[in-house]
């Protein structure tokens, strides 16, 4: 049976962007670092966003092409306060809207190599 998501896992050409990003600016805490023994470089990281949910990058010597077509879509982060994340990522121009169906306030980014990021808040207005 499956007990809840673990993680989502991307490829990346800079583990600095994902770095400045999702740790820097968003606060995740980078629980595990993938490291090669022999060279001792870090090709990866394993990253909490709290309640068991993770990010794992892992770093690519092949250019990564961002625009093309695959079937991922987005990720998405639950804040206790939307209006303070749209702050804090000003630079990024977040704009709050509800969602059409299920009336959730939410706002979409790209992270520092172009993937859509989510940030949501349930309030009395949410349908779920």
């Given at each position: 049976?499956?007990?809840?998501?673990?993680?989502?896992?991307?490829?990346?050409?800079?583990?600095?962007?994902?770095?400045?990003?999702?740790?820097?600016?968003?606060?995740?805490?980078?629980?595990?670092?993938?490291?090669?023994?022999?060279?001792?470089?870090?090709?990866?990281?394993?990253?909490?966003?709290?309640?068991?949910?993770?990010?794992?990058?892992?770093?690519?010597?092949?250019?990564?092409?961002?625009?093309?077509?695959?079937?991922?879509?987005?990720?998405?982060?639950?804040?206790?306060?939307?209006?303070?994340?749209?702050?804090?990522?000003?630079?990024?121009?977040?704009?709050?809207?509800?969602?059409?169906?299920d009336n959730?306030?939410?706002?979409?980014?790209?992270?520092?190599e172009g993937?859509?990021?989510?940030?949501?808040?349930?309030?009395?207005?949410?349908?779920?």
């Open positions: 049976m499956i007990k809840n998501l673990s993680h989502i896992s991307f490829t990346t050409n800079s583990l600095k962007k994902v770095y400045n990003f999702y740790v820097k600016l968003l606060g995740l805490r980078i629980v595990h670092e993938f490291v090669n023994h022999k060279t001792k470089e870090v090709y990866g990281y394993f990253l909490s966003s709290n309640n068991n949910t993770y990010l794992e990058f892992f770093k690519s010597t092949k250019k990564i092409n961002f625009n093309q077509k695959n079937s991922f879509r987005h990720i998405c982060f639950e804040t206790k306060d939307l209006k303070k994340m749209a702050k804090k990522l000003k630079s990024k121009k977040p704009i709050i809207t509800r969602g059409k169906t959730i306030l939410q706002f979409m980014i790209k992270d520092n993937n859509l990021v989510e940030f949501h808040q349930r309030d009395k207005k949410s349908k779920f």
